[in-house]
RNA sequence: CGGGGCGUGGCGCAGCUUGGUAGCGCGACGGUUUUGGGUACCGUAGGUCGUAGGUUCGAAUCCUAUCGCCCCGACCA
């Protein structure tokens, strides 16, 4: 993309409304604008960054035998009638009429409809074990939205459910939900850690939040400090073997972590050693659960098993906050100048900088690196304004773009050209041919 | 919903206490500068001050109502 055909527009003033950095840094990079309280609308680099994220959660869903689909933001009231939430769920739904008077809702989840496909097409053991999931946009009428998209009244989320004939056949898949979150987070560049959360009305050990560790976030956990040392990484887990998703289960959740909700300060102090008790803030960013036939009793979702009997389905429901991600990967990763995306997520994965627009030698360089790396898959954001380096500078770095060529008449004659990595601040001058082959690297 | 605050050109703000029909910076636009390092220089245009009533000779300024937005709290991915 050629910086002076896109949209891009940037604010050198922070508007008054935006209390945490990940908010004005938003506004600022031109990646969303309020629409209304806790609604926004997305500009093209917030968009491109939306998408890069939900890609993500696409392709580890996938890969963990997750099955995409699409259900709609409108639902009707009768579903929730029958389970029951339609009264319990409160103000924070928002309810519609449509023009024959019918009650419906913008849905704030959609375990209701999702029941209602599966008791309708589904009705046998042969067919289970079953995860369904969407992303789709929900809409919870919060009372006070604040902090940007990190908390709006609509937000883009993934949610998934799973269908399964038993209580340890639900756990395994409550288990192979656990190991592609941490994929998930930790190809966004976000360590996120699952702590142990409030049961709810259900109860029991079957919820995990998983927290990303900021200064700005809403919930207070306590968690031992070795918790932090362990990564996911590049492993190969068989999303099919029990055992191996249990394993990955017990080692990222044996460890004490909790947040306020369940906070324990006597286990805590029991089980941790003072020197690894840490209390933090976190970002809520996913969260799992295993709530057995809560709803496939009330809805009467139920299949046969090989013995010819009928039951009820094991059920849990899975979430990733895909638009909150955006707020929480750039309170993760920022400095004073602007965001610094990780390349998993970047929406171009480098800028090219003119640094003498107009100049015909260092035109012809840029656009030549530009077609190359195009034609490498590669996605670069050339900046061909008319501006100073120092306005091109200024404008990189606010949008957070994780590598810059920065090409100029002087390195020109010496053949090369300047890759600098916005995280660490360093430059290392080399031909376009080799920028090109590093950052192919990086990015294969 | 309880408490606090704010609505003035696209954005950020001043003016309001002590009524006399708006001002600054950024941006935009036009021109200049052909530009190598952190957002150039000069100029121009652009607002009946959220909305509706009221008080007054006169209202951005005082009063009432209303809408919207932000912050703290209770609630949530």
Same mark, same amino acid.
């Given at each position: 993309m050629r910086l002076s055909r896109y949209f891009l527009p940037v604010l050198k003033e922070t508007p008054s409304?935006? *209390?945490?950095v990940s908010h004005r840094l938003m506004l600022r990079a031109g990646m969303i604008k309020q629409a209304s309280a806790g609604i926004y609308s997305w500009l093209p680099l917030g968009f491109k960054v939306l998408r890069r994220i939900e890609q993500i959660v696409h392709e580890e869903q996938i890969r963990a035998g997750h099955i995409p689909m699409l259900m709609p933001t409108l639902q009707s009231a009768d579903l929730w009638r029958e389970s029951g939430r339609y009264d319990d769920y409160g103000q924070e739904m928002l309810r519609i009429k449509d023009r024959h008077d019918r009650d419906m809702l913008y849905g704030p989840t959609n375990e209701e409809l999702i029941t209602d496909i599966f008791r309708a097409h589904v009705n046998s053991y =042969? +067919? !289970?074990p079953l995860t369904l999931y969407h992303i789709q946009w929900k809409f919870r009428d919060e009372i006070r939205p604040r902090f940007g998209v990190m908390r709006g009244r609509e937000f883009l989320m993934k949610d998934g459910y799973n269908f399964d004939i038993d209580k340890d056949a639900a756990l395994h898949a409550y288990n192979r939900h656990l190991v592609s979150y941490l994929r998930s987070y930790e190809r966004m560049g976000l360590q996120a850690i699952p702590m142990r959360a409030d049961g709810g009305p259900i109860g029991g050990d079957y919820t995990h939040e998983f927290l990303v560790l900021a200064e700005t976030g809403e919930s207070e956990v306590f968690y031992d400090s070795e918790i932090t040392d362990l990564k996911f990484g590049d492993r190969a887990v068989d999303y099919d073997s029990v055992p191996e998703c249990q394993a990955v289960l017990e080692e990222f959740t044996s460890r004490y972590a909790r947040t306020d909700e369940t906070h324990d300060a006597a286990v805590f102090e029991a089980q941790v050693p003072e020197a690894r008790r840490r209390s933090a803030r976190g970002i809520e960013v996913g969260q799992i659960f295993y709530f057995g036939t809560k709803y496939s009793e009330a809805m009467n979702a139920t299949v046969v098993t090989d013995t010819g009997a009928r039951v009820p389905v094991h059920m849990g429901s899975h979430g990733i906050g895909v638009s909150r991600l955006l707020g929480a990967i750039i309170e993760a990763s920022h400095d004073e100048r602007g965001i610094i995306w990780p390349e998993g997520v970047t929406p171009f994965h480098a800028g090219i900088v003119n !640094? =003498? *627009?107009? +100049?015909s030698a260092a035109d012809a360089a840029c656009e030549g690196l530009y077609k190359a790396m195009v034609a490498k898959g590669l996605e670069p954001l050339y900046d061909d304004r008319s501006e100073r380096a120092g306005a091109k500078f200024a404008t990189m770095d606010l949008i957070g773009l994780p590598w810059r060529i920065t090409v100029g008449p002087r390195g020109l004659e010496k053949g090369v050209v300047e890759l600098t990595s916005r995280r660490s601040g360093e430059s290392e001058e080399m031909s376009p041919e080799a920028a090109i082959d590093r950052l192919t690297q990086i990015y294969g």
């Open positions: 409304e935006a *209390q945490i =042969k +067919d !289970l !640094l =003498k *627009q107009g +100049d």
